[in-house]
């Protein structure tokens, strides 16, 4: 996602009058967010939404599209603004995440899906991306994974009593079960929401899967949308024994080979997208064994809490104007 200040805006503005014959590029956009001192831009706003917006129109069938695609564009802008948020907050705790950490990322992922550099640069130019504008998203979601990791998860602390509580709370999930490692995206249906809420959901749930299907990285699409746990995490929700997902979810998951990445699931809960990572046998196992596991659990657990009341208190102390 592209940035600039409102003094680089005001500089372009400027030229646009100082040099008429560039005024088009420039006329269709505007500023739909002030944040602290960055802006975001009708035309960055578009950019993201454009494959959800598609996949709308395309999916949805009732007669108020216009307000769906609406309410979906200003869940975008504040999805938008919240990482803008986590960015500057990076940038002032000095977190910078290098070009070798970025390419690192990128070839894990084409590893992943069995993809050459070459084939993806082509599959990017084909969607109208830059290689170096995904590099940049990438640069952007390691960034606030990092400061999500320092802020949050640098405060919370798993006492050996709570791993060994945990442990004996939960004894009959250590005796002899499969279980599969999984990583999440999950869209929540709100309270009471009725068919337009859910259509509106599997619409911006296919939009997402077809951006898996194009190569993009699962780690940051759930950084980005996912509202599950460890969503910063790049959805890694640790291994899960059978009887503890949803049957739904669960009869996928145990489907699925190492790195295969499932269809929209939908269980009562909401729409999940999943990608087995690991898998391990049933057998029982003991408390040495799974500490490091607990002691993941626990931490996600908590960092889920406080994920969301920490970004909430850097809303509140920024200056955040919304002109969409």
Known sequence: MMKRTLKTFILIFVAGLLFPVWAPAYTADRIVAVVNNEIITMRELEEAFGPFRKNIEKSYQGQDIDKVVAENRTVMLNSMIDSMLIEQEARKAGIVVKDEDVMESLKDMLRN????????????????????????????????MRVVRREIGSKIAVLE????DYYRDHRDIYEGKEAVRIKQILLLYPDNAGESKKKELRAKADAIHEALEKGESFELLASRYSQGPAAAMGGDIGFIEKGLMYPEVEAVAFKLGLEQVSEVVESPVGLHIIKVIDKRGAGIKTLESVREEIQTKIEEEKMSK?????VANIRKRSYIDIRL
């Not at 009593?161 to 060994?164: F, R, T």
């Open 113 to 144: 899906k069995g993809l050459k550099m070459e084939e993806f640069i082509k599959r990017l130019a084909a969607d109208g991306i830059t290689f170096d504008g995904y590099k940049k998203e990438i640069r952007q979601q390691l960034m606030r």
């Open 161 to 164: 009593e709570e791993i060994g």
């Open 306 to 310: 406080k994920l969301e009341g920490w």
